[in-house]
């Protein structure tokens, strides 16, 4: 059975990769690495369901489905705005932190509560906003506020003279 599971999704993915591929191609305006990865994406989701209880009607318009839902929830994705450059720069973008300051950070955010030091990474390392912060938290906005002004406090109080090193001149 499962043979006859592979054969039959190769012989789809072979079929219709092709068209998934000009598909993706115009999607992403061009972009063919971006466009590969789509299409693998849709193919690896394809044969998760290929031969399971549910049984898929219309394979090449599930595939397409599948495909545009995978290129918008990439256009959400942060990693989506990155772009490759055809040349390292020559000089570092930001100024390096010295290894006494990351430390006396990590040690600064380790004393912290673990709620208060899960707000910080949320909203100040991984950008999100006080609503998304407070959803992924299952927590109010006002305690996101609080535990904010909270946390960064007390962060400013243990980091004391190494904060001036923190900041970018």
Known sequence: ???????????????????????????TSGDVHLAEDLVQETLRRMYVVWGGRRRID?????AQTVLIREFLTHRRRRSSSEHP???LPDTPQRQAVSPEVRISLLQALGELAPKDRAVV????????????????MSVSTAAV?????????????????????????
């Open 145 to 169: 506020r609080t535990r904010s002004t909270r946390a960064l406090a007390k962060l400013r109080a243990a980091l004391g003279a190494d904060l001036a090193d923190l900041v970018a001149p």
């Open 58 to 62: 219309n394979p090449a318009a599930y």
């Open 85 to 87: 450059l055809a040349e």
């Open 121 to 136: 990474v949320l909203r100040y390392w991984e950008d999100r906003s006080v609503e998304e912060t407070a959803a992924a």
């Open 1 to 27: 059975m499962k043979q006859s599971r592979a054969d039959g999704f190769l012989e789809f993915a072979t079929g219709r990769t092709g068209h998934l591929f000009r598909s993706a191609v115009l999607l």
